[in-house]
């Protein structure tokens, strides 16, 4: 039986498998259209970084059985999410991969985001936001891993395969975003912050600003209240659930 799952809170769901489906974007009324895009071009001029390039948004998200998920996606730009500004609107849930990276001896990754991000100085999993397939290609339970492995390799220098990543929980928090969790390798420390180190020196050598700039690794929730700074809100209970499990 299909059941469509409300919003309470931060939600960790378990998966095995994921069903995923194409939507249209709905329609927008053109006031709305107006002042999203007036927030928008606020937000550019108070961090030129900001770029709207494409992104998939959440549909909408149900259970279909036990630990089998369907989830519809939306192709927008990140200009769509400028909606959660604009008094009366609705602006579809985000949806994110992230990636739980942890150690030999049970201890899990958090990064900090660089100040010139949309999110300066939040910890996080590494991850991103899903970009839609292009050129004729389909988005499936593979393509999702790829692109974890690719914001391993980008944010952390970690070399990882889709097929190194497993699909473990996925969450849904503040505005409703949905993140899909991966699990990875555990890694030695020193190879951990010696990668993260290199990529973030190959950054800044080719004139950008990392899009991380520090790392911790926790073991346990309680370890959390010494990363200064605002958190992503599946963090601490994606901790609990992983970290001091190996």
């Avoid at 004139?207 to 992503?232: F, N, W, Y």
Wanted: glycine letters at 8%.
């Amino acid at each position: 039986m299909t059941e469509t799952l409300p919003p309470v809170g931060i939600d960790l769901f378990d998966v095995e498998r994921l069903l995923l489906t194409e939507a249209a974007e709905p329609p927008l009324p053109p006031h709305d259209a107006e002042a999203r895009d007036r927030e928008w071009d606020m937000a550019v001029r108070a961090n030129p970084t900001l770029f709207d390039g494409p992104v998939v948004a959440c549909g909408r998200l149900e259970r279909t059985g036990p630990c089998i998920l369907r989830l519809s996606w939306v192709r927008v730009t990140y200009r769509h999410y400028a909606l959660r500004r604009v008094a009366g609107a609705t602006a579809l849930p985000s949806l994110f991969v992230n990636v739980v990276q942890p150690t030999g001896d049970g201890r899990v990754l958090a990064a900090r985001m660089s100040p010139s991000t949309a999110a300066p100085g939040r910890w996080q999993l590494p991850g991103g936001s899903v970009e839609p397939p292009q050129d004729g290609a389909v988005l499936d339970e593979s393509a999702l891993a790829g692109q974890a492995a690719r914001e391993l390799a980008e944010e952390l220098g970690i070399s990882a395969v889709a097929e190194d990543l497993k699909l473990s929980v996925v969450t849904r928090g503040e505005n409703g975003s949905v993140g899909l969790t991966y699990l990875a390798p555990a890694l030695p420390e020193a190879t951990l912050r010696a990668a993260f180190t290199a990529a973030a020196a190959a950054e800044r050598a080719a004139g950008r600003e990392p899009e991380l700039d520090d790392i911790a690794l926790v073991r346990s929730p309680d370890q959390l209240a010494a990363l200064t700074g605002p958190h992503a809100d599946y963090l601490k209970p994606i901790v609990r659930r992983f970290a001091g499990s190996r």
